[in-house]
């Protein structure tokens, strides 16, 4: 192999073009400047309209005495349409009050005269009161009837005085449940602090005849049980064919609390440690379910009746929220929670997450936090709105007390505290510092995710007690001011204090990995006096280092855990040369066993000829060797004695990503003898098992066992079929069995006998599987996966999603479909397909966290994102379909930072659209197409078309009239703003030439809109008695060409572009347009070894117009459409062969000087907290070194 590398260059521009989010055009020729019409039949009410998104998006109030009071209507596609009134409550009025400014809602459901001609839209709206548009708020399409009568508001600016209403819908903040078994998950024991419960199959409609008992059991004889519930739809409502019941202890004998029926939001206070949920259904008509959130307390300064309300907590982290959160809290509520510490050195942080109090200003409803164990110690502050205050105490103790008065309440508050060793610690700058001397853990900056404070200086010493263990920190994600250590920075030391030497800086999301020489490590984090980000996470684990390459990473080392994890030195990042790492895995119980599994494997050449891994069955090099994996073919073994041994090694040159792989023990038991790894006992928090021999056939009268066991009784585990081949594919012959406990008699959840990814959650913290087969035939069996969660299920692992979909079909779903989607995920797909185009999008499995999608959702826009109609927006149900205006149609998914689900599946194919007319924006000119025998269907000649300059002619066929109309001339009018330029036009048509006419004049309104960096086409007809509208999405043509010399005379042809080291490159880039008055600004170049990845390994050439490689030099280009600059070519460490740019440019209006491109270098500016960004790509190059060995076959030898 030889030792030279290859240098590969891909230059990738993502276009950014400022935009305006709204435009909105009417079709009426006497309206054409009144973009507030009301196109509603006329009647004598007053109404008031208010534009959200686009021209359809439009709201008002009918038939009340004026303009906010009244029935809630929308413009909905070219008419105005009703919203019925069914679950209409004071959160939705309170939406569209503030929407149409006339104050806060009064009352909801009152009778006015209805608009009897219009149609209903909108049905089921579940606003959460804080959007800013109806049209924001989860609700259903309803086209037909509305069995309630017409949503109606009354607002406080109306002057009507009416009684107060406080009706509301709560949304979904529960964890994930066990699914149906039989009668489904029903029932059981919980003796957590806090957990869920919720009918089987929640929130698809429960079985009949079920009859389930829950026992919530706290071992805390002082504690107390809150239940709260969320959300009920029975049979009836009335309680005589479902119901709920709730009784005050241990059994059903105890006193009965209440019965639920209906969507009451009850809330019951046990009196006693435990309390008993009982739900039943009759044999016919079912529901949705419930879903209901307990909670305990320590009833101390409580307000009697007014829900879980202060209390004392004792352990080193938990939180805290007023009563009912998020519903609204209690009127005169008084409570006060005491958090103590039993550790005098330990401070505590309070972070207040999400706070709504009525007023904002303290005067009416109000948090005080105090420093210390009661409410006369000093007063630290107080806390009214949603500033997310940070509080740290001086001692062990804190005090909190929540007041309200007697009036007006909001949602609420919702806080976490967490404690710390206070030392070298920021005073006031949140959790900072400290000391950590546990085997693994976590740091973070004060505040995470929200951003750090100000003037910051957190300095955390990890310190392991044995002096032969090491330290390994892996920073998960960073975001800091600048991201180049100027203004904030992280420092690492190895050793026990800042004067040990400094291992490295980290100021960006490079995912950084430091290891320490000794059993000490020092972590300094500071901030500067100005802008603050997001901050960072990072993780740090311990090692015996043992076989280890110096300097290599964690490279190697002793593992004794029933289960953990290893990965080559810098995953995911390239491992270095010349690697020789050794993992010995050795368990101390001589009857366990090693199942080894292989997650992620990408190693160069893929062959084991260069790089390999190597597995042992023992615990030395010179056991048998078991096998050796070069590449991603999900490797498994398995141990025949307690212990096993994995060598990495590397050669001299190319390196990749590496591989990741997971490790777990089992008891074998119930195994079959020589068929193989074959039943076991799992104790893991996650693992995976499969047929014995797996890919390989299974044996002939197998019957394999597997207990899954997890000693936290809160947990609970869910197993997910990854492939699955049997027998036959009926269960007749071979099949898996799945029980809901520890042993083959318990509750049967399911069969599996063929490839349906199925999914099974246990009901308690075991789960038990049989694989049979029997004497005849055999396939490859099956393979699935464990993990367990409680109450929370994070996927830490990286990611990508969303991106353009250009293809006329395809699919699209949420990250690791069907396992569970990650937290914090905000994905928006594009998809774009041919001018002229429709698209159809359907979506085939949908589950996320349910209720009033605020938490977990997808929308679907009719165009770019945000800028356009909202066609949807869900979270529960499948085979929703929709169907776009234009060739463009956006999908955004997000969730948020709890619980996750399988999460969704969707596909999509396009149709052609209606010919009549069409148009395209071209670069330099629109293009527009009109169909002959649709102007004759409607009496207009083709002859007597023109635009806004009548001597543009048009080109005339048999079967089209076709305008070609330039940016800068023919009449073309051009508009815009900050962020917004539009070039429209006007096709006029009539029937005849003669004097008189009985048809209308024909208008046909042509618009190129530039929405950020698409281009946005819209073509319609102003006539009254039809109106058509074409709508298209393109894309900026740009350019970006390399040139031999600063003289920008001779561009590059060859390919690939073979340049030497530190040679400079010159590149112009060039926007396309008859348009002379649009300017190009080069903001952002970043370059990284990979062509999709720009977050994990970067390197800043230029960043927000500032230059940050010392070559970055720009050169004088002749047109303002024209940005010239060079840079010269370098190479990442450890040689990897490939760098690629991707760079960010700005179009703006010529002389627009409050336009990004006139602003220049900005380097303190705040990044945008937007994934949905619109982008082209434009590919230059490739450029490699010359020279480069023949390793890879590169064309770029010496000469």
């Not at 165009?863 to 463009?888: A, D, E, I, M, V």
């Not at 840079?1127 to 990897?1136: D, K, L, M, Y």
Request: with cysteine.
């Amino acid at each position: 192999m030889a030792a030279t590398m290859i240098l590969s260059w891909m230059v990738i521009i993502s276009l950014q073009i400022q935009v305006d989010a709204v435009s909105v055009f009417w079709t009426s020729e006497a309206s054409t400047t009144d973009k507030r019409t009301n196109t509603a039949p006329p009647t004598p009410r007053e109404t008031t309209i208010f534009p959200v998104i686009a021209d359809e998006l439009l709201l008002q109030l009918t038939g009340g005495p004026n303009r906010c009071a009244g029935n809630v209507e929308v413009f909905f596609f070219g008419s105005w349409t009703k919203v019925c009134g069914y679950l209409w409550d004071m959160q939705d009025a309170q939406v569209v009050c503030r929407q149409l400014g006339c104050g806060s809602p009064l009352g909801v459901m009152y009778s006015f005269p209805s608009s009897n001609w219009n149609p209903y839209v909108m049905t089921e709206v579940n606003c959460a009161g804080s959007e800013d548009y109806l049209w924001y708020c989860p609700y259903k399409e309803e086209y037909y009837g509305c069995y309630q009568r017409d949503a109606s508001v009354i607002c406080s600016d109306s002057g009507i005085t009416v009684p107060l209403q406080t009706g509301t819908h709560a949304p979904s903040l529960t964890p994930p449940m066990p699914s149906i078994t039989g009668a489904g998950s029903c029932g059981g024991l919980l003796e957590g602090l806090s957990g869920s419960i919720q009918s089987p199959g929640y929130p698809n409609p429960y079985p009949n005849n079920a009859r389930c008992v829950w026992h919530i059991r706290l071992w805390d004889p002082d504690r107390r049980v809150e239940l709260q519930f969320l959300d009920v739809q029975l049979e009836g409502g009335s309680c005589q064919y479902d119901a709920i019941e709730v009784y005050d202890g241990g059994s059903l004998g105890s006193p009965l609390l209440g019965n639920i029926c209906s969507n009451s939001h009850s809330v019951f206070n046990s009196s006693g440690p435990q309390l008993t949920i009982l739900f039943r259904s009759d044999g016919s008509v079912t529901q949705r379910g419930f879903q209901a959130y307990y909670s305990s307390f320590l009833a101390q300064n409580s307000t009697p009746g007014a829900g879980s309300c202060g209390g004392l907590l004792e352990g080193l982290s938990g939180s805290i929220q007023s009563p009912g959160y998020p519903n609204p809290y209690p009127n005169n509520a008084r409570c006060v929670w005491h958090i103590r510490l039993w550790d005098p050195d330990r401070r505590v942080e309070l972070q207040f997450l999400d706070v709504q109090l009525e007023g904002g200003s303290c005067q009416y409803d109000a948090i005080e936090v105090y420093d210390g164990g009661s409410l006369g110690s000093p007063l630290l502050g107080n806390v009214c709105s949603n500033s997310h205050s940070v509080f740290n105490s001086s001692g062990p103790q804190l005090t909190i007390l929540f007041r309200s008065d007697g009036s007006v309440t909001q949602r609420g508050f919702q806080a976490y505290y967490s404690s710390f060793l206070a030392q070298n610690s920021t005073p006031g700058a949140g959790s900072c510092g400290g000391l950590l001397e546990g085997l693994s853990g976590s740091i973070q900056s004060p505040g995470y995710p929200n951003p750090y404070p100000n003037n910051a200086r957190c300095v955390w010493h990890i310190r392991l007690w044995d002096p032969d263990r090491r330290v390994e920190l892996q920073f998960l994600d960073v975001q800091l001011e600048g991201g180049s250590c100027q203004y904030d920075a992280i420092e690492v030391y190895d050793g026990g204090s800042l004067g040990s030497p400094l291992l490295g800086n980290v100021c960006s999301n490079s995912h950084s990995v430091f290891n320490s020489s000794g059993p000490q490590l020092t972590i300094l984090f500071r901030s500067d006096g100005s802008v603050t980000q997001r901050g960072f996470q990072a993780y740090y684990s311990s090692f015996l280092a043992q076989n280890s390459t110096p300097g290599a990473g964690s490279c190697g080392g002793l593992l004794e855990g029933l289960s953990g994890s290893i990965q080559s030195p810098g995953y995911p990042n390239p491992y270095p040369n010349n690697a020789r790492c050794v993992w010995h895995i050795r368990l101390w119980d001589p009857d366990r066993r090693v199942e080894l599994q292989f997650l992620d494997v990408q190693l160069e050449g893929g062959s084991c000829q260069y790089d390999a891994i190597e597995v042992y069955d023992g615990g030395s090099l010179g056991s048998p060797l078991l096998g050796n994996v070069c590449s991603n073919s999900h490797s498994v073994f398995n141990s025949s004695g307690p212990q096993l041994t994995i060598l990495f090694r590397s050669d001299g040159s190319v390196t990749q990503r590496g591989f990741q792989a997971y490790y777990s023990s089992f008891l074998a038991q119930n195994s079959t003898p020589g068929a193989g790894s074959c039943g076991g006992l799992l104790e893991g928090l996650s693992g995976s098992i499969q047929s014995p021999g797996y890919p390989n056939p299974y044996p002939n009268n197998a019957r394999c066992v597997w207990h899954i066991r997890l000693w936290d009784p809160d947990r609970r585990v869910e197993l997910q079929f990854l492939d699955v081949q049997l027998e036959g594919g009926s269960c007749q012959y071979d099949a898996i069995e799945v029980y809901d406990g520890g042993s083959l008699g318990s509750p049967l959840l399911g069969n599996v006998c063929s490839n349906s990814h199925s999914v099974f959650n246990s009901s308690g913290p075991q789960l038990t599987i049989l694989f049979r087969s029997d004497g005849s035939v055999t396939q490859r069996g099956f393979q699935a996966y464990y993990s367990s969660f409680l109450a929370q299920n994070s996927t830490p692992e990286d990611y990508s999603c969303g991106g353009l979909l250009s293809s006329p079909s395809g699919t699209l779903q949420s990250p690791f479909y069907p396992k569970n989607y990650p937290n914090n995920a905000n994905c928006v797909w594009e998809i774009e397909v041919k001018s002229n185009f429709r698209i159809t999008l359907t979506f085939r499995d949908v589950q996320m966290e349910g209720g009033r999608c605020l938490s977990d959702y997808v929308e679907v826009y009719d165009g770019p994102l945000y800028t356009s109609p909202l066609l949807g927006k869900f979270c529960s149900g499948s085979f929703r379909t929709y169907t776009s205006s234009s060739n463009l149609l956006t999908v955004r998914f997000y969730s948020n930072s709890q619980y996750t689900y399988r999460g969704f599946q969707a596909d999509y194919y396009s149709t052609l659209a209606d010919q009549s007319t069409t148009l395209s924006c071209l670069s330099d000119y629109m293009h527009a197409v009109v169909s002959r025998y649709y102007l004759q269907s409607y009496g207009y000649s083709p002859w007597r078309l023109s635009l806004n300059d009548p001597y543009c002619k048009p080109n005339i066929t048999s079967e089209y009239v076709i305008f070609d109309i330039p940016y800068t001339g023919c009449g073309t009018v051009r508009e815009g703003n900050n962020n917004t330029i539009i070039y429209s036009n006007i096709i006029r048509g009539s029937s005849s030439g003669t004097l008189i006419t009985r048809n209308r004049t024909l208008r046909l309104h042509i618009n190129c809109k530039m929405l950020q960096n698409t281009w946005a086409q819209r073509m319609y007809v102003a006539e009254d008695n039809f109106e058509v509208n074409e709508t298209q999405y393109g894309r900026y043509d740009v350019n970006l060409t390399f040139y031999h010399s600063a003289s920008f005379l001779w561009p590059v042809n060859e390919s690939p572009y073979c340049v030497d080291i530190n040679q400079n490159l010159f590149l112009e880039a060039y926007l396309h347009s008859s348009d002379s008055n649009l300017v190009l600004f080069l903001d952002t170049c970043v370059a990284s070894p990979t062509p999709h990845n720009f977050t994990t390994v970067t390197y800043d050439i230029i960043r927000n117009g500032c230059a940050q490689d010392s070559t970055y030099t720009t050169y004088y280009s002749p047109y303002k459409h024209m940005v010239r600059f060079k840079f010269s070519a370098f190479q990442f460490v450890h040689n990897n062969p490939l760098v690629y740019v991707q760079c960010e440019l700005v179009v703006c209006r010529a002389y627009d000087y409050s336009s990004r491109c006139y602003q220049g270098c900005i380097s303190r500016s705040k990044r945008e907290a937007s994934s949905g960004q619109e982008s082209v790509t434009v590919v230059a190059g490739p450029v490699q070194l010359r020279g480069a060995g023949a390793k890879n076959g590169n064309a770029c030898d010496f000469k």
